[in-house]
T-cell receptor, first 113, second 115 residues
Framework: GNSVTQMEGPVTLSEEAFLTINCTYT??????LFWYVQYPGEGLQLLLKATKADDKGSNKGFEATYRKETTSFHLEKGSVQVSDSAVYFC????????????FGQGTTLQVKP | GAVVSQHPSWVICKSGTSVKIECRSLDFQATTMFWYRQFPKQSLMLMAT?????????EQGVEKDKFLINHASLTLSTLTVTSAHPEDSSFYIC???????????FGQGTRLTVV
């Protein structure tokens, strides 16, 4: 079945460091891919998404490119801030229903000043 | 953006009792709501899909008689954990969407502890 694998955390970085959180997936068909962020005490928020191969999703300085050849959707940011500290989830849509999501296990990011 | 609210945020209950968790879409009508469960340091696992006015569709391995889902209106879905046991302790989170092919908005989650 479909699945998502994320790099294990926590990831600890200094402010202004470069961030990469790896995400790979296994899926039949052509799912949409998502990154969600969960700040402490809050619900999940959609960070960015890509709906087809080679699409690049971007938001708030974060980027991820849908790579079909490597079945990856790695999250990157050039310069992280303390306010980026959160848990990041990679997810894919299960079939055509974009609301039904399969999540990775989440990666905790801690950014220190 | 659209807001989904869950209540309560956390609850502690005794073994054998039932607990109801509410999921409300505050500023939109949700034709479909989803319930997920998250174990510590694990991913969110979809439990069921709930469509307004119809029975929920449960994922394989989820006991429908234990996790009762009701979606009586376009703004409210409830998850009732019946005869709760310590192994039901978990983080439960809902999401809601206006229609297919639109973004799903998530609630803040409910931490259930069964003692």
């Amino acid at each position: 079945g479909n699945s998502v694998t994320q790099m294990e955390g926590p990831v600890t970085l200094s402010e202004e460091a470069f961030l990469t959180i790896n995400c790979t997936y296994t899926a039949t068909g052509y799912p949409s891919l998502f990154w969600y962020v969960q700040y402490p005490g809050e619900g999940l928020q959609l960070l960015l998404k890509a709906t087809k191969a080679d699409d690049k999703g971007s938001n708030k300085g974060f980027e991820a490119t849908y790579r079909k050849e490597t079945t990856s959707f790695h999250l990157e940011k050039g310069s992280v801030q303390v306010s980026d500290s959160a848990v990041y989830f990679c997810a894919l849509s299960d079939g055509g229903n974009t609301g039904k999501l399969i999540f990775g296990q989440g990666t905790t990011l801690q950014v220190k000043p | 953006g659209a807001v989904v609210s869950q209540h309560p945020s956390w609850v502690i209950c005794k073994s054998g009792t039932s607990v109801k968790i509410e999921c409300r879409s505050l500023d939109f009508q949700a034709t479909t709501m989803f319930w997920y469960r998250q174990f510590p340091k694990q991913s969110l696992m979809l439990m069921a899909t709930s469509n307004e006015g119809s029975k929920a569709t449960y994922e394989q391995g989820v006991e429908k008689d234990k996790f009762l889902i009701n979606h009586a209106s376009l703004t409210l879905s409830t998850l009732t954990v019946t005869s709760a046991h310590p192994e039901d302790s978990s983080f439960y989170i809902c999401s809601a969407m206006i229609r297919q092919d639109t973004e799903a908005f998530f609630g803040q989650g409910t931490r259930l502890t069964v003692v």
